[in-house]
C-alpha cells in the first residue's frame, strides 16, 4: 500500500503530503484528503497506467476509490482476475 | 471620475516586487520558481500544486498585490473585478497536455486549457465574484485595458478592479498586476501612460 499511496501522492499532484501520512482507512474524498471530481479521474487513469485496469462500472467509483485500502483491494481483485 | 493605482507586482521568474520593492527573490528559475516563491511567501492553499504554471504565476501575483488585504471584506465580492491579459494564452499547457495525449490524456492537465482559468483561480482563492475577463494579445496594451478597466468602474460595475498582465511559456514568465480603485493613492491616476510608465519601469531595472 506504500507504493500506491506513492503513486497517488505523485497523479495527483499532492506535493505537500508525505505519502507515509497517508492513512489506509483515511477517506480520500470531501472530509479526507479533499480530493475532488477532477482527482477521481486521475485516479482512474491511475489504475490504467499503472496497473492496466479499467475501472469497468464507472458507478463503482465511489466505492473503489474511498480509501488507499479500498484501491487496494480493487487492484489486487482485478489484477488476479 | 478617476481611479487611482493603490499597490502594483511585477514577477519576473526571478522575484516578485510590489510598489517597485523587492518582496520575494528566488534562487531558482523557470516552474520551479514558483513553488519556492509559494514556500518563501509562507502561503498555505495546497490547491496551488494543482495547478499549471500560468495559474500559479496568477496567484502569487495576487497574493502579492493583496497581502494584508481581504477585498471581499471591504468589497461586495461582486464589485471586485478581474481583467487581465496574457501573450500565450494556455499555450504551455496546452502542450503538455498533447503530449500526455500519447499515453492517457491527463484531466487535470486538460481543465488549465483556457487562459482564464487562472482568473477562476484568483476568484476561488479570494472569494471574488465581480466580472472578469482574460484577453490575449501578442503584446501588452495599456490603452485598451485601461480604457476597459475605466469603463467597468465609471459604470459602476465594479468598485475595485485586479487588473493586469500573466504570461507563461515554457518557463518564462512575467507578471504585471495593478490593484485599481477609486480612492486617490500615492502610486498616480490609473490610465494608459501610469501602466505603461510602471510596467516598464520593472523591466528596466
Given at each position: 500500500m506504500q507504493t500506491l499511496k506513492g503513486q497517488i501522492v505523485e497523479q495527483l499532484n499532492?506535493?505537500?503530503?508525505?505519502?507515509?501520512?497517508?492513512?489506509?482507512?483515511?477517506?480520500?474524498f470531501i472530509e479526507g484528503l479533499g480530493l475532488d471530481s477532477i482527482d477521481a479521474l486521475e485516479l482512474i487513469v491511475l489504475l490504467q497506467q499503472?496497473?492496466?485496469?479499467?475501472?469497468?462500472?464507472?458507478?463503482?467509483g465511489p466505492t473503489v476509490f474511498k480509501t488507499v485500502r479500498s484501491i487496494a483491494e480493487y487492484i489486487t481483485a482485478h489484477k488476479a482476475a | 471620475m478617476q481611479h487611482y493605482i493603490t499597490r502594483y507586482v511585477h514577477i519576473d521568474g526571478r522575484a516578485i516586487y510590489v510598489d517597485g520593492t523587492l518582496l520575494y527573490g528566488g534562487e531558482t528559475t523557470d516552474a520551479e520558481f514558483l513553488t519556492e516563491a509559494y514556500k518563501g511567501m509562507g502561503l498555505d492553499y495546497p490547491k496551488f500544486y494543482k495547478m499549471d504554471p500560468l495559474s500559479r504565476l496568477a496567484i502569487l501575483a495576487t497574493e502579492a498585490l493583496l497581502r494584508g488585504r481581504r477585498l471581499t471584506q471591504e468589497y461586495k465580492p461582486e464589485d471586485v473585478a478581474v481583467i487581465i491579459s496574457c501573450a500565450h494564452s494556455s499555450l504551455d499547457t496546452d502542450l503538455r497536455y498533447q503530449q500526455s495525449m500519447a499515453t492517457a490524456p491527463s484531466p487535470s492537465l486538460f481543465v488549465y486549457t483556457l487562459p482564464n482559468v487562472m482568473i477562476g483561480e484568483i476568484c476561488i482563492r479570494q472569494g471574488i465574484k465581480g466580472e472578469n475577463t482574460c484577453f490575449v494579445s501578442d503584446s501588452f496594451d495599456p490603452d485598451f485595458q485601461a480604457d476597459y478597466v475605466n469603463g467597468l468602474l465609471t459604470g459602476n460595475r465594479a468598485e475595485v478592479c485586479i487588473s493586469g498582465r500573466a504570461d507563461y511559456l515554457r518557463g518564462e514568465m512575467n507578471a504585471f498586476f495593478m490593484l485599481v480603485e477609486k480612492i486617490p493613492a500615492s502610486?498616480?491616476?490609473?490610465n494608459s501612460q501610469t501602466t505603461k510608465q510602471l510596467y516598464e519601469r520593472q523591466w528596466k531595472n
Open positions: 499532492l506535493q505537500h503530503i508525505k505519502p507515509e501520512d497517508i492513512g489506509d482507512d483515511q477517506p480520500l499503472k496497473y492496466g485496469i479499467k475501472l469497468a462500472n464507472p458507478s463503482e | 502610486l498616480g491616476e490609473y
